[in-house]
Nanobody, 133 residues
């Protein structure tokens, strides 16, 4: 069973940066599209960015220019580089995986019908990001 593990969260001051990591110990992620999601207190889960098996990316408009997704196949790891963080970015951040088909993660804008679909069947436990002074 594919299990994802996120890391890299923490407490950061406004304007700061963090890089989150997503991996799957003992499991090859090469054939999966990977998405990053977040859920803030009292709010629903929202998609942020995704990346396909060939490195294509898509992001939701609010994070374009602020967050960057990438993947390192050699390390079997997907990253989310987050810059210029604000208190509004405080949330539990998750990564998820789905089979990388032609319908998955088509960019440049990540479509709601994709990030809300049930195809994202594998999830990590999340890593907390808190932005506060």
């Amino acid at each position: 069973q594919l299990q994802l593990v996120e890391s890299g969260g923490g407490l950061v001051q406004p304007g700061g940066s963090l890089t989150l990591s997503c991996t799957a110990p003992g499991y090859n992620l090469d054939y999966y599209a990977i998405g990053w999601f977040r859920q803030a207190p009292g709010k629903g889960r929202e998609g942020i960015s995704c990346i396909t098996r060939t490195g294509g990316t898509a992001s939701v408009d609010p994070v374009k220019g602020q967050f960057t997704i990438s993947r390192d196949f050699a390390k079997n790891t997907i990253y989310l580089q987050m810059n210029n963080l604000t208190p509004g970015d405080t949330a539990l951040y998750y990564c998820a995986a789905r089979p990388s088909t032609v319908l998955a993660c088509t960019g440049p804008t990540w479509k709601r019908e994709d990030y809300e679909s049930d195809y994202w069947g594998y999830w990590g436990q999340g890593t907390q990001v808190t932005v506060s002074s």
